[in-house]
């Protein structure tokens, strides 16, 4: 049986998936990305929207797993958007200090998340 995840880990957790999920539905429902500006000034150009990102990370995926494997929804995500398979892990490799170096650009002694679990 696996000990229990404290609290801090399910909120992170909680927030990581809320995020992916929120960014996801706001991409799929063709949605501005900005605001409408406001009344136009004389000189003022409109700015250009901003694209919509979505991350997909799916943990514990080999690459040459996904090369061989058919997918086909997964396959046209990456025709039309940016991938890599050529990614690797921090150390320890783990999923909070990983999921946390990827989207922050820090290796684990710089963000301080260094373990999946509290104790």
């Not at 429902?29 to 009344?39: F, N, V």
């Amino acid at each position: 049986m696996l000990p229990e995840r404290p609290p801090r880990v399910w909120l992170a957790w909680n927030v990581a998936s809320l995020a992916v999920l929120l960014a996801a539905a706001w991409a799929s429902a063709g949605l501005p990305t900005s605001p409408p500006p406001a009344t136009p000034v004389a000189l003022a150009p409109t700015p250009t929207p901003l694209p919509s990102v979505a991350v997909l990370s799916v943990d514990g995926l080999r690459a040459d797993a996904l090369v061989q494997a058919e997918l086909p929804s997964l396959r046209g995500l990456m025709a039309r958007g940016a991938y890599t398979l050529s990614a690797r892990s921090v150390v320890p490799s783990e999923t909070l200090p990983g999921h946390a170096s990827m989207l922050s650009g820090m290796d684990p002694g710089d963000h301080q998340i260094t373990s999946d679990w509290d104790g």
